[in-house]
């Protein structure tokens, strides 16, 4: 049985980056994810997917992802979270970031990711 879009996107957010579960990220992660931003998008193949997680997580002694907000299209395939990440540098640095995404999800593994950055802090 395929999960539904919600279910992929929380997996990754509180299960992948929260619990450092990479060969999760190895099934939730696409053949190929598409990383828009505003007047950009970057292509990455599966492994390039896979790989941009446990770099940025070699970078960090901690990282949390705090779901805000889930919102699931009705047509299964995108899901929009409002979320906050507070993480600790290796030197000690902490540091929280904040920002929305909206992910696509076809059967079952995440294909889109739209994100136009993020900014220091917590939402208010």
């Known amino acids: 049985m395929t999960r539904s879009a919600r279910e992929v996107v929380e997996l990754y957010n509180l299960v992948v980056w929260n619990e450092r579960r990479f060969d999760l990220a190895e099934e939730l992660m696409g053949d190929s994810v598409i990383r828009h931003d505003v007047g950009e998008s970057t292509t990455l193949t599966h492994d390039q997917a896979v790989a941009?997680?446990?770099d940025h997580w070699d970078m960090f002694e901690s990282i949390r992802f705090d779901l805000n907000l889930v919102v699931a299209g009705e047509d299964n395939e995108h899901v929009a979270i409002v979320y906050q990440s507070p993480m600790k540098?290796?030197?000690?640095?902490?540091?929280?970031?904040s920002s929305m995404?909206?992910?696509?999800?076809?059967?079952?593994r995440i294909s889109e990711v739209w994100n136009c950055g993020y900014k220091q802090g917590v939402w208010a």
Do not use: A, Y
């Not at 540098?89 to 970031?97: A, I, M, Q, S, Y």
């Not at 909206?102 to 059967?107: A, E, M, P, Q, S």
């Open 89 to 97: 540098l290796k030197d000690g640095t902490e540091t929280t970031v």
């Open 101 to 108: 995404e909206i992910f696509r999800v076809v059967d079952g």
């Open 52 to 54: 941009r997680i446990v």
